[in-house]
Structure formats: structure tokens, C-alpha cells
DNA sequence: GTTGGCTATATTGTCGACAATGTATTTGTA
DNA sequence: TACAAATACATTGTCGACAATATAGCCAAC
């Protein structure tokens, strides 16, 4: 599942993982606000980590930090979101253009097989898809765009802001058999090297997913 | 020409701005080391604060860092440049879409504006628009999406690293005039709010600067 | 002469203390 | 009582020192 060599070194890299893991899954509310000492003294490091730490989240977007202030989780707000899936929308788009582009036959054929076993589980009616099957199979084409700035912006960016949405509001819902026939068809296009239906599959794709997710939110 | 409220606050902030314009103008060389003890004397500013504004840096993928090796600025290489226009043309693009949908009549105008006294400036034969005013409209754009996540990706993020190329490989060569109709009919599409066509210009207009880019590096 | 390991040096990572700034409380005056 | 200034407190920003890690140079063994 982690494609990336994200091994923690230092004792920031270790706080600044935990701390995101803690921020994404609920265990820091969003909004709340981050006391250096507080946090300092909760994972028993320094408040010279603790600021790296920070200052790492900032990055992603996940906390905003004010000069001789401090720093707050971000608020989670439907416009924020809509937001993302913007971006997401544009950049996943071109990640599955270049995908078409860039990825090699092996790649291809690991997709497939991937696609293969989750069409196994959706056919035995495993409520599968929810989260790991879904997010595997847009990192791989994400990866397969080769572009390290597409790569980078999604996979250390986006993709955590996402997930934060998804669980503090509850979104882990369905989407499951319709989705399937999207990444589907996104496949074939990227296996017939088709560069312009793979982006706009991929586009469509999202724009489900965020017309999905809008009809929740107007619910709740 | 500075839209936002860049104002420095902390000695890291200071010390982030002038550390980025340094490097992005290359007075610091691409691919150097960044040794902190002497960033740290020559900034006059200690190592804390100098550790702080590389890790800034590393976040607008200007430096890379390694754990317990050091931080470096980014080698500039031909496939990098067309990485960032491939991430430009998506972003941008979507930009311009957003504008069509969200900019309010009196931004339009001010475009529209802008827009005439470029042309003044094409018109008299000056060689203008090399880059402040190229750069002017693009951000009128992006800010116009109103789409936070879009504008501090591009503003903070591409932006710079851009400049950078332009700077150190010499490119702050033609496609003025050509460049000037590219731009007014994109703003006739938002004028119009065509999402789909302001979309696919901008797009166009990203290609056209990148193949510009492209025959520029064989020469080289 | 070359290779392997060891020592010395330089660089980054981490820490606790102090300074500067922002916030809350108190106090005095109208 | 209401408001404003001054004071006390809490939080962030900055610094220099020490610890841990990587790099370079040296010596010994083969």
C-alpha cells in the first residue's frame, strides 16, 4: 500500500507523521488550535520538533499558522472541499493523460490484475472499495504519470486533506459497483495509450465522486 | 504587482523572502549546497532561523533536503521545466474555468483594462510583457478562480520555481505579440463566462509557451 | 598498492533558556 | 458602571550549546 519510501529518520520525521495521522483521523479536531508546549509535553519531544512538525503540516495544508499567534487545524468547511475536488478533478485528470502516456506495459498489466481482484470482491458482494481498493488504484496512475510535481502535490497534499474530510464527515459510504465501471473503463483507455479519453474518463470520474459527496453534505 | 500580503513578520520570514529571491534570481547557484552554519553567517541570523527558512523552501520545492545530509537547491533539468508546464497547463487551466464561473464584473473589467494597456505597449513597439506583465495577467486569473487551494498552488508553489528556470537559462525571449491575442481571447471567454472554451485556451496558451520553451533548450 | 577499518572533523539534529509578542486581568479615573 | 491604561501571564520567536550522524583522512594489514 505505501508506495513510498516515507520511513521516518529523524525524531521530526517520526512527531510530524504522527501528528498528521492524529490530525487526518479525528484524534485533533479540526479547528482546534496547536499549543507548541502542549503538544510538546503530549508526544514528549522537544518544542524545536513540535515546530518542524508544524511547520511540515502547514505544508500540506493541514494546519494554518499565523506569526506570534500560533497554529490551527484547518476548519473543515463544503467549500473547502468542493475546492479539493477541483483541484483534484484538474490534476488527476492530467496524471491519468500522462498515465496513458508514460505508464510501462508491466504497469499496465498490474493495473488490470488489480482491477481483476477488485471486480472479485465486488462481484462476491464484499462491501469492499471503500477506502484502501479505491485510493490503491488512483496512487498507481498517479504514480504512473511520472511527474514528480503531479506526484507530489496529490499524494503528499491532496490526498491526506481528502482523507480528513472523509472520516470527520463520515464519508466512507457507497459509490461502490458504479465506480467500478469508471476505474474500468480508465484503464482500457490508459491500455489503448488513448491520452485524451483517459483524462476525461478520470475527470468525469472525480466530478461523481464530488456530486456524490455534495449531495451528502447538504444532507447532514 | 504584489497581490498578496507578503509583509514579513519573524526574522524567518525576512530571512525566507531574501533566502528565495536569492536563489530563484541565482545569486545562489541551482544544484548548491545550502550549509547552515554558513547561510547563518552570511544572513547574520542564527541557524534556528536559517533551518526554518530552508524548510519553507523545501515546501515551494525550491531546496530538497536529506536527513542528516544537508539541503541542496534543485538541479534544473530540461525534463523538470516541461514537468512544471504539464502541471501549469493543468492547474492554469482549470484556473481559467473557474474565473469564467466566479469573477465578478468589475475583476472582468479590470482584466479587460489591463488587457488595452498591454495592447498600448504591443502597439508602440515596446518590448514589453517579457515578464511583469505576462505574469501580471496570469495571477488576475488565478486569483479569480477564488479557489484557495488552485492560487497558493500556483502563486507559491509554480510560480516561483518558473521564474527560476526563466532566470538561470536565459529565457526571457519572445512570443510577445503572438502571446498578446492568446490572451485576449481567453479573456473574451471569461467575459462570455465560457467555462469550457476560457479552459481549453488557457491550455493552449500554457502548450504554446512550453513548445516555445522546449525548442529553446535544443538550441542550448 | 589497495582495501578495510579507525579516528578526527564537519554538519545536521535536538534541547533548554531567554527575548519578544500577544492576551487576559486588574486598577484607576471619569 | 463603563472605559482605558497599566500590569501580569501565557505563547511564540530566537538563540547558543550539546548530541547524533555523516564525511574525510589516516593507518594498518594483506
Chains 1, 2 share one sequence.
Do not use: W
Amino acid at each position: 500500500m505505501t508506495f513510498f519510501n516515507e520511513e521516518p529518520i529523524t525524531a521530526a520525521d517520526k512527531t510530524f507523521f504522527q501528528l498528521r495521522k492524529d490530525i487526518v483521523e479525528g484524534g485533533i479536531l479540526a479547528g482546534s488550535k496547536l499549543s507548541e508546549a502542549e503538544l510538546s509535553t503530549k508526544y514528549c519531544v522537544s518544542r524545536a520538533i513540535i515546530r518542524e512538525a508544524i511547520n511540515r503540516l502547514e505544508s500540506c495544508n493541514l494546519v494554518e499558522r499565523k506569526a506570534n499567534i500560533g497554529a490551527r487545524v484547518v476548519a473543515l468547511t463544503p467549500a473547502g472541499l468542493i475546492d479539493l475536488y477541483q483541484v483534484r478533478e484538474s490534476l488527476e485528470g492530467m496524471a491519468a493523460r500522462l498515465a496513458a502516456k508514460n505508464m510501462t506495459p508491466e504497469e499496465i498489466d498490474n493495473l488490470n490484475s488489480l482491477l481483476n481482484s477488485h471486480f472479485q470482491k465486488v462481484k462476491t458482494g464484499e462491501s469492499y472499495y471503500q477506502e484502501a481498493g479505491d485510493v490503491d488504484f488512483h496512487y498507481r496512475i498517479i504514480l504512473g504519470s511520472k511527474n514528480k510535481h503531479l506526484i507530489t502535490m496529490l499524494i503528499d497534499g491532496i490526498y491526506h486533506l481528502v482523507r480528513m474530510y472523509r472520516v470527520q464527515l463520515g464519508m466512507s459510504g457507497p459509490r461502490i459497483t458504479t465506480a467500478f465501471d469508471e476505474h474500468r473503463h480508465i484503464v482500457q483507455a490508459i491500455s489503448n495509450r488513448d491520452e485524451e479519453l483517459a483524462e476525461m474518463l478520470m475527470r468525469r470520474h472525480i466530478m461523481y465522486s464530488k456530486k456524490n459527496v455534495e449531495a451528502k453534505l447538504v444532507k447532514s
